[in-house]
């Protein structure tokens, strides 16, 4: 028989916080799971890539990073292309989708030297990993590493926001229907003293799914961080902005359960191995565009990952890197493209969106007709 797992320090120490105050909100223990000064999951381990606990498509194929690069010299451009752009990129990972955006944008004359990177990075680790990938494949850019996103962060004229998996990592909180009332999703203690989810407090949703009235055991998600993101965009708005954000979700709101746990590939329980485990939500798009169409920012999108790779020439990249490959080269790079582009996986999962300020055009590969309501979050 194998033996019991022995709880993590953050397990010890959530569950003697409980003991002391009371359950937690899934927001809260989210939270902590994720950020806790010690033990929090992104503060110390390096998460990303094959040794880590899940793969983003720009660890699957250079060509999502180098469009990406692309995508953000065409918003230079469009910006009128100033002496100075502050590029941010928000989780960061491993520096790979800067790297190759950097080095795809040199085509475009000008950008390299306007360009000033800051990461919005947290993990030691991962910094140290970032610092080492960009040195060797941007030596000549300026990189500048900051513990979190805020205003003082870009000093303008012009900036562009880069954020690939970021919303899905910002703590959720959970209100469940039961009884005929709605009420605080939150984390205990089970009989054994481990943790569990239990019911709280009653609570009033923020916003329910149109034309859905809700049936016993509903979950209902929110995101109470997205209003931060969007407070620092709406304070960005000043001079031109363009913000590009990358995630599995939903477009409309809707009832549903979406907290997940991941560890070394493979799904794993929410309360199990607390701090060693990648917590994550699906993002609730329409809720994310609402914040910031309310701080008078325009929003383009979302469409999905595949129609915005595609819609920047995915296929004509992938056919020039396979013409140039060594034949034991080709079947790795066509398999990379195929999977951050599939409709039934990566490509149709994700959706991309882009916020602007109101001086900026609508930026390829978005439709020209900008979107002014939740109406067209469908």
Known sequence: MAAEQQPTPLALKL???IRREGALPVYEYMRACLQDP??????????????????????????????????????????????????????????????????????????????RVHLVESNVALREVQHRTLSASAPAVPIAWHD?????????????????ELLDALPVRQLVFTGGTWRERSVGLDWSGRLALVPGGTADP??????????EGDVLESHPDF?????????????PLA???????????????TLQAVRQHRYASPFECPGEVDLTAHVDFAAFARECLSRGLTIDGPITQ???????????????????????QIGMLEAGVQRISDPGGMGGRFKV????????????????????SKARLR
Not at 206 to 215: I, K, M, S, V
Not at 353 to 372: D, E, H, I, K, N
């Open 38 to 115: 010690e033990h929090g999951y992104y503060r110390r381990r390096p998460a990303v890539g094959a040794g880590g606990d899940f793969t983003t498509a720009p660890e699957i194929s250079q060509v999502f990073g180098e469009l990406i690069g692309i995508w953000a010299a065409v918003a230079w451009r469009a910006m009128g292309h100033p002496a100075h752009l502050d590029l941010v990129e928000l989780g960061p990972g491993r520096g790979t989708m800067m790297s190759d955006a950097l080095r795809a944008a040199r085509v475009v004359p000008g950008f390299s030297a306007a360009v």
């Open 243 to 257: 913000a590009l954000f990358i995630d599995y979700g939903h477009t409309r709101t809707a009832f549903g359960d």
């Open 15 to 17: 569950e003697e916080r």
């Open 148 to 164: 979190a996103l805020s205003p003082a962060l870009a000093a303008g004229p012009a900036t562009v926001v880069l954020a690939n």
């Open 306 to 328: 595949g129609e915005f790779l595609l819609g920047l020439g995915l296929a004509e990249r992938s056919a020039r890197l396979m013409a140039s490959a060594r034949p034991d």
């Open 227 to 239: 209003a931060e993101v969007a407070d620092v965009l709406g304070q960005w708005s000043g001079h």
């Open 206 to 215: 923020e916003a329910l799914p149109d034309g859905h009235p809700p049936c």
């Open 353 to 372: 969106l882009c916020v602007r300020s109101a001086g900026v055009p609508v930026l390829p590969p978005f439709p020209p007709r900008p979107m002014t």
